[in-house]
């Protein structure tokens, strides 16, 4: 069974960029789809995106412009960089696999954006 | 954009009783792409159902799910101590992907 790891800052300042990376582990970032979800504090999941393992992509169209995800096949990861961060972007950031009804998810970290 | 409204908000029960979680959806989904998830605090979500009204893996037959086109709905048909959570729903037939926003089960 597949088991997902985020890792990346906790700690982003006003304006900067959000870089986390989730890791792969038990499985292969070949032949599936990778989400990025979130959850501010005290707020509801938001869908914040996907990518496939050929790079195809779906954003949510509120952070697209400032939302790039890769995926490193080699490295069995995906990662994800949010620009121009606020505290509005201060979430327990998760990844999972799929593009819904995910059944793999890691265990969330949580990135607050500090001013 | 297909908007999610889940209700209620909150649902007060005691061990025991039934909870019936209501979707709606603001266009028709595709009942193939209708999740849903339970969300304890600290810990990842888990999959419940998924296509609507299928188990996912190793969730237990006190849960089900069923619905199409703009109504869906999660029961739970006895409580347990365990299934005291959040409760989201998600579309992923249609871009973007979208979340309900969740209805709490709370003990009373």
């Known amino acids: 069974q597949a088991q997902l790891q985020e890792s990346g800052p906790g700690l982003v300042k006003s304006s900067e960029t959000l870089s986390l990376t989730c890791t792969v582990s038990g499985g292969s970032t070949n032949y599936f789809y990778w989400s990025w979800i979130r959850q501010p504090p005290g707020k509801g999941l938001e869908w914040i995106g996907y990518i496939h393992y050929t790079g195809t992509t779906d954003y949510n169209p509120s952070l697209k412009s400032r939302l790039t995800m890769s995926v490193d096949t080699s490295k069995n990861q995906f990662s994800l960089r949010l620009s121009s961060v606020t505290a509005t972007d201060t979430a327990v950031y998760y990844c999972?696999?799929?593009?819904?009804?995910?059944?793999?998810w890691g265990q969330g970290t949580l990135v607050t954006v500090s001013s | 954009e297909i908007m999610l409204a889940q209700s209620p908000v909150t649902l007060s029960l005691s061990p025991g009783e039934r909870a019936t979680l209501s979707c709606r959806a603001s266009q028709s989904v595709s009942s193939y792409y209708l999740a849903w998830f339970q969300h304890k605090p600290g810990q990842a979500p888990r999959l419940l159902i998924y296509g609507a009204s299928n188990r996912a893996t190793g969730i237990p037959d006190r849960f089900s799910g069923r619905g199409s086109g703009t109504d869906f709905t999660l029961t739970i048909s006895r409580l347990e101590p365990e299934d005291f959570a959040v409760y989201y729903c998600?579309?992923?037939?249609?871009?973007?992907?979208?979340f309900g926003g969740g209805t709490k089960v709370e003990i009373k």
């Open positions: 998600q579309q992923y037939g249609s871009s973007p992907v979208s």
């Open positions: 999972a696999r799929g593009q819904g009804g995910y059944s793999v």
